[in-house]
């Protein structure tokens, strides 16, 4: 069983930059994607980007493509997102996710999820 623990939210003025992390425990290792998910007040949770397990390969949301990137450290069991030039409509919780399959992935399926952390973007 794989554990997923984000980490880097906050608040940030339109335009700022935030970089989330992920720090997988337990069953981890390079055989999984992983990716990350939001969830806004009222909204369902939405993928915003994904990697596969080799970090090769990157998958995005429209909404974030250009501002967003993701990476990840397979050595130190980590995932990163870095935010730029942030838009209040960026405004949600933020989760982690992990799964084998980065298609399933990209649909909304996870092997665990974080507890997630709130990132803030006043205008």
């Known amino acids: 069983q794989i554990q997923l623990v984000e980490s880097g939210g906050g608040l940030v003025q339109a335009g700022g930059s935030l970089r989330l992390s992920c720090a997988a425990s337990g069953r981890t290792g390079s055989d999984y994607a992983m990716g990350w998910f939001r969830q806004a007040p009222g909204k369902e949770r939405e993928f915003v980007a994904a990697i596969g397990w080799s970090g090769t390969n990157t998958y995005y949301a429209d909404s974030v493509k250009g501002r967003f990137t993701i990476s990840r450290d397979n050595a130190k069991s980590a995932m990163y997102l870095q935010m730029n030039s942030l838009k209040p409509e960026d405004t949600a919780f933020y989760y982690c996710?992990?799964?084998?399959?980065?298609?399933?992935?990209?649909?909304?399926?996870?092997?665990?999820w974080g507890q997630g952390t709130q990132v803030t973007v006043s205008s």
């Open positions: 996710a992990a799964h084998p399959s980065i298609l399933l992935l990209r649909r909304g399926a996870s092997n665990a």
